[in-house]
RNA sequence: GCCGCUAUAGCUCAGUAGGUAGAGCACUCGGCUGUUAACCGAGCGGUCGUCGGUUCAAACCCGACUGGCGGCGCCA
């Protein structure tokens, strides 16, 4: 058995083989049909004729998009075919013969997602997915490779991390718990004895939002480093990003070519990325046709007006901490200021992480807890952190479908994972 | 939470100054030995999202509800 990528070359001219897969498409002309069949590596074109296959040949030239079969022919090279060859069909075998499938060239955007499980087939799709897999696996890798460990929180539990509004609540036995936001808290416990970690894992946000770049469930890659500071970690991210793209151009550029992504754009993004304070680019912002105040926080307007301006990714540092919550440093030399940063994804598609350093004295956390109102019973254990060998860190968190959404230039992030969970969409 | 758009055949859509519902694709049958989401002929296919109102008459006008899409805020 041969993959069809495999045998798309001269040297397969004249040798017989079989590959097994799935009808892409099916033309009949009485006598003679074409079958492209699709693996998941590649599509062939297939002939069957009456004149080989005699008798037989009515069960192959009936099939329906989407049957499942398996073909055995001689390879010839041929320009009328799709992928420049294609195979002289002298035996088959079905595996399952289908009704007609739902999918045909009339799409709507509706459709495509009740039917998303069929939908995934696509070529499209099929080239996003193996995309999204290099992203989580050079994610992965490039931590391996500087020393992180690879960690899991859990996904249950009983604090916020960011805000209270947002989180799903579940019953838990007797008690009420929540879906996780975001799992650096406990990234945070353990560098006391790894220093540094990494962790893949899904975040949950209850946030009704509308919009073409949130989902309710989304892959949050996240990271934590003890004597991390704020611009050790920017390098370490751009670095990583840096790396996750050359993968992608490394592994994928069939995929990225048949989803007609723009690779020069990506060639371009290299470390190291531009960085920015807040009161620098509030004071920027009329270049860019905005008039925005300092203490203003940035929309996605204000992105989109920002990142078409840029080739590259941007860091936007040193926010008001008022913009942010309350686990971020201030900076002692900037008063009002926090040593934190967002990096904004170019051609206009905004924020792909947010991170800084943490506080790491007491005092200063339970200041900043109290100005917020939060009840340090549930924080016990994030405070203890800071009472036992407590040390300078810094982390971030990746929205890896964020990531999978720029890298592949797609309208929706709905496209970036397979099955989107959104405010209105739960099936299938 | 706020704003906008949308719902007609399995799918994509048209439809009318309010008067018995239409096309393309898919599917079934027939034709075709070089197709490229093939082509030609025929057939099958609808309680016009739901409920209510106006009217002699509603897919069409009005109201409510439900589903979906887009935008804002929030964030990754």
């Given at each position: 058995m041969e993959s069809i990528e495999s045998i798309l070359n001269d040297d397969f001219i004249g040798k017989t083989v079989t590959v097994h897969g799935w009808v892409y498409r099916i033309r009949s002309s009485g006598k003679i049909t074409f079958i492209i069949i699709r693996d998941s590596t590649d599509i062939v074109q297939c002939v069957a004729s009456s004149v080989n296959l005699g008798d037989r040949y009515n069960d192959i030239s009936s099939l329906t998009v989407e049957s499942s079969l398996e073909v055995t022919g001689k390879i010839k090279k041929d320009d009328r075919a799709v992928t420049g060859y294609e195979i002289q069909i002298n035996d088959f075998k079905i595996y399952q013969r289908n009704e007609f499938f739902p999918i045909t060239k009339d799409k709507s955007e509706e459709f495509l997602l009740d039917n998303r499980h069929l939908w995934i087939r696509s070529r499209e799709f099929t080239s996003i997915l193996k995309i999204r897999s290099t992203v989580f696996k050079a994610f992965s890798d490039f931590f391996y490779k500087n020393g992180y460990y690879q960690v899991q929180g859990p996904m249950m539990v009983s604090t916020a991390t960011e805000g209270g509004a947002t989180l799903f609540k579940l019953k838990f036995f007797d008690d009420d718990v929540y879906l996780t936001q975001s799992s650096q808290f406990y990234l945070e416990t353990m560098i006391y004895s790894l220093e540094k970690v990494f962790t893949i894992a899904p975040s949950f946000?209850?946030?009704?939002?509308?919009?073409r770049r949130?989902?309710?469930?989304?892959?949050?890659?996240?990271?934590?480093?003890?004597?991390?500071?704020?611009?050790?970690?920017?390098?370490?991210?751009?670095?990583?990003?840096?790396?996750?793209?050359?993968e992608v151009l490394e592994n994928n550029e069939k995929d990225l070519k048949l989803i007609n992504r723009d690779i020069s754009k990506l060639e371009n993004i290299k470390a190291p990325f531009p960085r920015i304070k807040y009161r620098d680019l509030i004071q920027k912002s009329k270049e860019f046709g905005m008039n925005l105040k300092y203490g203003d926080d940035l929309g996605a307007d204000e992105e989109y007006n920002i990142m078409i301006h840029y080739d590259k990714p941007l860091f936007v540092t040193n926010y008001p901490e008022e913009l942010k919550t309350f686990y971020h440093l201030p900076d002692p030399e900037n008063p009002g200021e926090i040593l934190c940063?967002?990096?904004?994804?170019?051609?206009g598609y905004g924020e792909i992480i947010g991170g800084g350093e943490r506080i790491w004295k007491l005092d200063q956390l339970l200041e900043r807890m109290q100005k917020y109102g939060l009840p340090e019973e549930d924080y016990y254990w994030y405070i203890d952190l800071r009472k036992y060998g407590s040390v300078p860190h810094s982390g971030f968190g990746l929205g890896l479908d964020r990531l999978v959404n720029w890298i592949c230039n797609l309208n929706n992030i709905r496209d970036a994972i397979p099955y989107p969970r959104t405010v209105r969409r739960i099936k299938p």
């Open positions: 946000r209850a946030e009704k939002s509308r919009t949130h989902l309710s469930e989304y892959w949050h890659a996240e990271g934590e480093a003890a004597w991390l500071h704020n611009e050790d970690m920017m390098q370490v991210e751009e670095k990583m990003i840096e790396y996750i793209i050359s940063h967002d990096l904004l994804a170019p051609e």
